[in-house]
C-alpha cells in the first residue's frame, strides 16, 4: 500500500494566535489541491496558538503539538499533558526535534516516554532523528541516527508503531540553508527503514519517512522523489502561506 505523503510545517516559537489564525483561513482553499494531489497537510504552531489553529484549519491541515509531556498531571511546572492536548482536538506531537534535543535535554530515552503514552492515547508520535555536524563529518550518522530509533521505539509492538512518523533531520541542515543531497536524505531514510524493520516489523512499511532541512518550494520535489522519503518536515518555508502553498503545488 503506498504510503501517502505529508507536508508538515514546524512553526517553532513563531506566530501569535491571531497570526495563526491568518495562516490557517487562508489555507482553506488548499484542502482540495491537497487531497487531489493524495498529500496530508500539517503545521506545528506553539502550545498557545494550537486551539485557534485548530478551529480555523478546520479539516484543512493536521495541527500537531511541538511537544507534550509523557505523564497525565502533576508537578510539572511549565509543561503541557497529553489530556490537555486531546481536549483541544491536538492529536499529533512532535517529539525530539534537534532544537529540544540541544537546549531542552530531549533524550531519545525521553522521547520513548512520550511516544508510548502518545499511542496509547491513540495519538500520532512524529519522531525527529539526525546527527550533528561533527557527527556527520566523522562518518557517524548511521551510528547516531539507528541509536535514536532504536532507543525511541523501544519496547513498541508492530501495532504500536502502524501510525508512527519519523523524520530524518541532519542537524546542520536545519534553518541553515545547507541541504544535504537527495541521495543523502534516500540512503538515510532507507536505512532508517531497516532498523524500523528491526524494530516494529513489517509496521516499517507503513511508516511514514520524511526529510527536513532547509526545505524549500525549488527542492522539495527532489526530495518527495527519493523512495523512501514520504514527505517533508519544514520550518522556515512552512511560515508564510505563499511559499506553503508553493511546497504543496511543488510536490505535485
Ligand atoms: C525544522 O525546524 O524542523 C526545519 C527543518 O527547519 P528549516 O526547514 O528551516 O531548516
Not at 500539517?42 to 478551529?55: E, I, N, Q
Not at 511549565?78 to 534537534?98: Q, T
Not at 531519545?108 to 561533527?134: F, Q
Request: aromatic share 6%; charged share 25%.
Amino acid at each position: 500500500m503506498a504510503r501517502r505523503k505529508l507536508l508538515m510545517g514546524n512553526w517553532k516559537m513563531n506566530k501569535t494566535s491571531a497570526e495563526a489564525k491568518e495562516f490557517a483561513v487562508a489555507a482553506k482553499p488548499l484542502a482540495k489541491e491537497a487531497r487531489a494531489a493524495h498529500v496530508d497537510l500539517g503545521v506545528a504552531p506553539t502550545y498557545l496558538s494550537l486551539a485557534t489553529t485548530r478551529k480555523y484549519a478546520a479539516k484543512t491541515m493536521i495541527v500537531a503539538a511541538q511537544n507534550c509531556h509523557f505523564k497525565e498531571s502533576g508537578a510539572y511546572t511549565g509543561e503541557v499533558s497529553i489530556p490537555m492536548l486531546k481536549e483541544f482536538g491536538i492529536n499529533w506531537v512532535i517529539l525530539g526535534h534537534s532544537e529540544r534535543r540541544a537546549y531542552d535535554n530531549e533524550t531519545s530515552e525521553k522521547c520513548n516516554a512520550k511516544i508510548k503514552a502518545l499511542i496509547a492515547n491513540d495519538m500520532v508520535p512524529l519522531y525527529c532523528v539526525g546527527e550533528t555536524l561533527a557527527e556527520f563529518e566523522a562518518g557517524r550518522t548511521k551510528e547516531v541516527v539507528g541509536e535514536q530509533v532504536r532507543k525511541g521505539l523501544e519496547g513498541l509492538s508492530e501495532e504500536d508503531a502502524k501510525n508512527l512518523v519519523v523524520a530524518y533531520e541532519p542537524v546542520w541542515s536545519i534553518g541553515t540553508g545547507k541541504n544535504a543531497s537527495t541521495e543523502i536524505a534516500q540512503d538515510v531514510c532507507h536505512f532508517i527503514r531497516t532498523v524500523l524493520k528491526e524494530c516494529v516489523g513489517k509496521s516499517a512499511n507503513k511508516i511514514r519517512i520524511l526529510y527536513g532541512g532547509s526545505v524549500k518550494p525549488e527542492n522539495i520535489k527532489a526530495y518527495l522523489s527519493c523512495p523512501d522519503v514520504d514527505g517533508a518536515l519544514v520550518g522556515g518555508a512552512s511560515l508564510k502561506i505563499e511559499s506553503y502553498t508553493e511546497l504543496l503545488r511543488n510536490i505535485k
